[in-house]
């Protein structure tokens, strides 16, 4: 039997590296967070969020939530290569958290904070 050669082996080590990055990328994305419970119950009780792919206060709040963010009602509100809020002209900054009754305010806050407006507390680690 033929040994591999030195090049096939580099090519078969790199696909796999290959191969586990994204393995763990898509694993990290969703596995179960401790916040999972409390976004799906801001969720059901009509939370929603308006957000724009450039801001930093929205990437902060999906920081807060890890990957329970995924079960948050998010409405983009920024076209491609656009810096304003063209789809949403309602509003006039992000993160736009939204009540079942329409109530709005603005801003990153912490899960915690959220848990309480929303009714969630139950849900909280």
């Known amino acids: 039997m033929k040994k591999p050669s030195f090049a096939t ?3 078969f080590v ?8 994204i393995a763990s990328a898509v694993w990290r994305n969703n ?4 916040y999972d419970e409390v976004a799906q119950c801001i969720t059901d009780n009509g939370g929603k969020v308006k957000v ?6 929205c990437a902060a709040q999906e920081e807060m939530f890890g990957s329970a963010w995924r079960l948050i009602d998010k409405t983009e509100c920024s076209s491609p290569g656009s810096h304003d809020f063209d789809l949403c002209p309602e509003i006039s900054g992000t993160p ?12 990153a806050f912490p899960v915690a904070d959220l848990a309480e407006t929303f009714g969630c507390t139950e849900f909280l680690p």
């Open 31 to 34: 596995a179960p967070s401790d």
């Open 9 to 11: 082996m580099i090519i």
């Open 14 to 21: 790199a696909v796999a590296t290959v191969v586990v990055l």
């Open 96 to 107: 736009t958290w939204e009540m079942a009754d329409g109530t709005t305010f603005s801003g």
């Open 52 to 57: 724009a792919y450039w801001c930093s206060a």
